[in-house]
């Protein structure tokens, strides 16, 4: 049965275009206001979202993302409340696929069974959780997949030919090839190289690759989608809703429209990336 996500990536496929995928952190900087900005995604021109699950020690996040899992947690985000945050989108539609991004202690101790039930209920269509490689899909990955949830891996500019089949193995939607070695939003990413790597891969696979880390502009959205099936931005949004806040690090009048816009810049990115 297909997901949400296969579903959108084969309407795209049809117009020719990549996908924009926006990564924004549940809860940051307070409940409200993120779900307001989640909710305003789509018809700025977001084709999917991942919502990141603030945790205190995410290893493979840079300085704005790290900072955006503070903020929400010193908000009284939680996993509960992430997950309501699924819920109170989906009031409004069923459409658009939504992942969660993040990492597996969060999850560990909520209850991987429990979590998944509560995902899909919420209506979760899958999950990037970085720190869970292949060796341990009867962790995660398999009861997800038994549920219809799709579970994408990432592969690097380190994944070599031999470690590839076992990125592979099991992944669903989407494969995430991160641009840069190296923490989110750090870099730019070359985008000949990145046509490269993307080539190659998709010789293995015929999962739509979204590349992502480091992408911040429109310019960039419209290089990497020349040669990927989607584009990922997730630190310059954050840093966007970073720059809108105030002094206290609260919301301000100008905070869900700093996101939205720059969206909506760079859907115009990608619309064009293959026109």
Do not use: W
Not at 17 to 29: E, K, M, S
Not at 250 to 270: C, H, N, P, Q, R
């Amino acid at each position: 049965m297909a997901t949400r996500i296969d579903t959108r990536f084969a309407a795209l496929k049809q117009e020719g275009r990549p996908a924009l995928v926006t990564f924004v952190t549940g809860g940051d900087p307070d409940y409200e206001t993120s779900l307001a900005i989640i909710k305003k995604l789509p018809q700025a021109g977001a084709d999917v979202i991942e919502i990141g699950m603030p945790f205190s020690d995410p290893m493979a996040d840079g300085p704005a993302i790290q900072a955006a899992g503070l903020r929400a947690l010193k908000a009284g985000q939680t996993m509960a409340k992430t997950l309501d945050l699924v819920k109170r989108f989906r009031e409004d539609d069923d459409e658009t696929p939504i992942l969660f991004m993040g990492y597996y202690n969060p999850i560990y101790a909520y209850g991987s069974e429990r979590f998944l039930d509560d995902a899909k209920a919420a209506g979760v269509d899958g999950f990037i959780i970085v720190d869970l490689p292949s060796e341990m899909d009867e962790e995660l990955c398999l009861p997800a997949l038994e549920r219809g949830l799709n579970f994408i891996r990432l592969a690097t500019p380190t994944t070599d030919d031999k470690r590839l089949p076992q990125v592979l193995a099991n992944t669903s939607g989407f494969l995430y090839y991160v641009s840069i070695t190296g923490i989110t939003g750090t870099a730019a990413p070359d985008p000949q190289v990145v046509a490269r790597s993307v080539a190659h891969i998709a010789k293995k696979t015929d999962l739509p690759i979204c590349v992502g880390f480091g992408v911040r502009t429109a310019e960039q959205a419209e290089a990497i989608g020349r040669a990927a099936d989607g584009v990922v931005v997730g630190t310059a949004l954050v840093s966007a809703l970073a720059d809108s806040l105030d002094e206290n690090g609260l919301t301000t009048g100008s905070t869900i429209a700093a996101v939205t816009d720059l969206v909506a810049e760079l859907a115009g990115g990608v619309r064009a990336a293959k026109t």
